[in-house]
């Protein structure tokens, strides 16, 4: 049974950020940690790595939008990251549910399922993206020698125009080997 913690900005849950309630969890015996995060203030950027449990499909890391806290399809409610790299994991089935993020930076991901080991069974679902960022979501299998799949699922990246760089909604779908297949499922 996942270890549900509650991210309350305003000071009334288990933690404040993803990135104290991240330092605290990535030492457990179990990756079925849970993230159930609440409007109120910033939920600040994370970086998953390190994790002292592996994640499989069954045990993963989950950060989502506690139920009555997402953003309904507006850039101003709900449960939010603002972030100049919002979401960044190395973590093998991890998910992203129900938040809104506005990215901070043209240079940077938004959310990054791309990293240097594989990055199988990552979802990004029900997101609101806007803001500033060169990529709104990233996933790739590089350096693994298995077979990886990627989930994408309803949600809403904004691109406003204004930017001086080419905003990319999802890029990067993408393996580094040719001995494996890489499938993303796009909803």
């Given at each position: 049974?996942?270890?549900i913690?509650?991210i309350?900005?305003?000071?009334?849950g288990d933690?404040t950020?993803?990135a104290?309630?991240?330092?605290a969890?990535d030492?457990s015996?179990?990756a079925?940690?849970?993230?159930?995060c609440?409007?109120?203030?910033d939920l600040?950027g994370v970086t998953?790595n390190?994790?002292s449990?592996?994640p499989?499909s069954e045990l993963y890391?989950?950060?989502y939008?506690?139920?009555?806290n997402g953003?309904?399809?507006?850039?101003?409610?709900?449960?939010?990251i603002n972030?100049?790299?919002?979401?960044?994991?190395?973590?093998?089935?991890t998910r992203i549910?129900?938040l809104?993020i506005n990215n901070?930076d043209?240079?940077?991901?938004?959310?990054n399922?791309n990293?240097?080991?594989?990055?199988n069974g990552?979802r990004a679902?029900?997101?609101?993206i806007?803001?500033s960022?060169?990529?709104?979501?990233?996933?790739?299998?590089s350096?693994?020698s298995?077979?990886?799949?990627?989930?994408?699922?309803n949600?809403?990246?904004?691109?406003?125009?204004?930017l001086n760089?080419v905003?990319i909604?999802?890029?990067?779908?993408?393996?580094t080997?040719?001995?494996?297949?890489?499938?993303?499922?796009?909803?």
């Open positions: 049974m996942a270890t913690s509650t309350k900005p305003d000071g009334t933690y950020s993803l104290t309630w991240e330092d969890v030492g015996s179990s079925d940690q849970h993230a159930e609440y409007s109120g203030g600040g998953l390190g994790w449990a592996t499989t890391p989950r950060i939008a506690a139920a009555g953003h309904n399809g507006s850039i101003t409610s709900g449960a939010f972030a100049s790299f919002a979401i960044n994991t190395y973590l093998a089935f549910e129900g809104r901070t043209s240079s940077n991901i938004a959310v399922f990293n240097t080991t594989s990055s990552c679902e029900e997101l609101l806007h803001g960022f060169q990529t709104a979501i990233s996933m790739s299998n350096g693994s298995s077979d990886s799949s990627f989930f994408c699922i949600n809403i990246i904004i691109i406003d125009g204004s760089v905003p909604g999802i890029y990067s779908i993408s393996s080997s040719s001995t494996v297949t890489t499938t993303s499922f796009l909803y």
